[in-house]
């Protein structure tokens, strides 16, 4: 099929996704016959490292064959904490509020550092990180924890060591999402949020982080599907749509001249408003660069068949998309080389990948990030006598935000906790837990030394409350230990110690279950503020 340098250039500007972990006959189509320059990966195309690899390079091989004058860019959502893609075999590194509690910024530029390294053995050349949100509102149900705490001066540092870490280790770094998603009460996912702060409250706090981070040189910037009064005056017109935010905010008065890509456009706030491909046009019209269409191959058909007939028709002008097309291509030139893939033998990993050294790095980051909020009359450490019996009690874990992974809601806080003190039951309840599994809970609770109690992002009203506070009734040695949200403590008041994790990966819950010991010593401090409990 030959296309023409219109239709390539548009093939540029797309970044799709797919199902599977080896390249689908769609995908290969899309490459070949529309010249689609950007692939997204999620856990869905995840195997072992070594099938990553295989797949990016699998990838790349057919976009070579395709004649694409670069190779792919391939980017993931590997932000570590909650939101990461990579698997078996890499290291589970922290995320951001874990990162934000050390207190010490060059804990990010190690982190971003590692991530980045990890990335680009697989074949990964662009990391959606860092998240440049300040998240200042304890309600917020996107951003929480993957921000690095709730003021602007804490994001800009933190986010500034992982944007050098990062491109340290060769990979495309990108800052999101603009101009800022800390302060909303909706996600952008299942609907369309509003942020109606002055444009000088704006500029003192959510974009301060973006314009610090840009001085720095940022490499790509994504687009928040979220509506902004104070500088789109078009009644619920998201960021992404918006030339007032990509071209004459961003663009004009920031000066960026970095690519802008958008969110996925099958988030809710497009897909069910505007639509996913009229969306695609707008954006581009606005000033974005490259279109994110994740998910469905019919969306992802539409998408490039629309805004060629935009650019067709005039309404896409072709210096708007030839000034597209150029940013992405330098962004290419300075990052991707056909040296760097092994398009004639099998690729193989080093011994670095996933190390021993990578996992010892991130041991002491935890150390240092997970929080002892409370420990009110030294309840703990917790003895290590054999015969103290202990309850460990939490709920099923069902991922909080639609950005998480669902291969990583497994549990591991009881067995953590059971590895080290053999005299210990676990239960897990429901979520929420049901009066009935409260109330048998509570009818033994006082049979033990202490009950340690898993909590998962709690929310006013939630039965995770009366179930800590039925257990307090019957046990004066009771422990919480958040394990994604460090709020969950404004519910909490009465509870005699409290620890905050910030996540609930493998070595946090490992790092949280020898300090209830007294194994390790914990420093971290909270990065955000807890709310009184009346309002929260």
């Known amino acids: 099929m030959n296309l023409s340098e219109t239709e390539k250039k548009i093939g540029q500007l797309m970044v799709f996704g797919f199902k599977g972990k080896t390249p689908t006959p769609e995908i290969k189509k899309?490459?070949?016959?529309?010249?689609?320059g950007g692939i997204i990966l999620f856990g869905r195309n995840i195997g072992t490292p070594n099938e990553v690899l295989q797949l990016t390079t699998d990838l790349q091989r057919i976009a070579k064959d395709a004649g694409h004058e670069k190779p792919l860019l391939i980017c993931i959502d590997q932000e570590n904490g909650v939101v990461r893609r990579l698997g078996e075999g890499s290291t589970v590194l922290p995320g951001q509020m874990l990162l934000g509690a050390t207190g010490r910024s060059e804990n990010a530029y190690i982190t971003g550092l590692l991530t980045g390294k990890e990335l680009k053995e697989l074949g990964v050349n662009w990391n959606l990180a860092p998240v440049l949100d300040v998240n200042?509102?304890?309600?917020?149900?996107?951003?929480?924890?993957?921000?690095?705490?709730?003021t602007p001066e804490m994001v800009s540092e933190f986010g500034k060591q992982a944007v050098q870490g990062m491109q340290d280790a060769g990979i495309i770094t990108t800052l999101k999402h603009f101009p800022g998603h800390g302060d909303t009460?909706?996600?952008?996912?299942?609907?369309?949020?509003t942020i109606s702060h002055d444009l000088e409250r704006l500029e003192n706090i959510e974009l301060k982080p973006f314009m610090e981070c840009m001085e720095q040189g940022a490499d790509t910037i994504m687009s928040a599907h979220?509506?902004?009064?104070?500088?789109?005056?078009?009644?619920?017109v998201p960021a992404t749509l918006s030339k007032k935010v990509i071209t004459d905010l961003l663009r004009t008065k920031l000066g960026f001249n970095g690519v802008v890509t958008t969110d996925c456009m099958e988030m809710n706030a497009i897909s069910e408003t505007i639509g996913t491909a009229e969306g695609a046009v707008e954006a581009i019209k606005a000033g974005v660069d490259l279109i994110m269409v994740s998910?469905?191959?019919?969306?992802?058909?539409?998408?490039?068949?629309?805004?060629?007939?935009?650019?067709?028709?005039?309404?896409?002008?072709?210096?708007?998309l030839n000034s597209a097309y150029q940013r992405v291509m330098e962004l290419k030139n300075k990052y991707l080389t056909w040296e760097d893939i092994p398009l004639h033998e099998a690729p193989k990993l080093s011994s670095d990948f996933g190390s021993k050294f990578?996992?010892?790095?991130a041991y002491e980051i935890y150390k240092q990030g997970i929080t002892m909020v409370k420990n009110k009359n030294d309840i703990l450490p917790l003895s290590t006598v054999e015969s103290d019996r202990l309850l460990v009690v939490y709920p099923q874990n069902s991922y909080a935000m639609q950005v998480e992974d669902k291969r990583y809601s497994t549990f591991s806080l009881g067995k953590a906790i059971k590895d080290i003190h053999q005299n210990t039951d676990i239960l897990e309840l429901s979520n929420p837990p049901t009066k009935d599994e409260i109330d048998h809970v509570a009818s033994f609770a006082n049979d033990y030394e202490a009950v340690i109690v898993g909590t998962l992002t709690v929310k006013h009203e939630d039965a995770q409350v009366k179930l800590v506070q039925e257990i307090v009734r019957k046990n004066d040695s009771v422990i919480v230990v958040a394990t994604r949200s460090p709020y969950d403590i404004a519910y909490l008041p009465e509870v005699p110690a409290y620890l905050a994790t910030y996540e609930f990966t493998h070595p946090a819950l490992i790092?949280?279950?020898?300090?209830l010991f007294g194994k390790v010593k914990v420093k971290g401090k909270l990065p955000v503020t807890l709310p009184k409990r009346r309002g929260v």
Do not use: C, W
Request: proline share 5%; net charge negative; no cysteine.
């Open 30 to 36: 899309l490459i070949h016959e529309h010249h689609v």
């Open 136 to 150: 200042n509102n304890p309600k917020n149900p996107v951003i929480g924890v993957r921000s690095y705490g709730e």
């Open 185 to 193: 009460s909706v996600d952008s996912h299942l609907d369309l949020p």
């Open 226 to 236: 979220v509506y902004f009064p104070a500088i789109e005056e078009r009644e619920n």
């Open 295 to 320: 998910h469905l191959q019919s969306r992802q058909y539409e998408t490039i068949d629309l805004i060629a007939k935009a650019v067709d028709s005039g309404e896409i002008s072709m210096e708007i």
């Open 358 to 361: 990578h996992e010892s790095e």
């Open 511 to 515: 790092t949280v279950a020898n300090a």
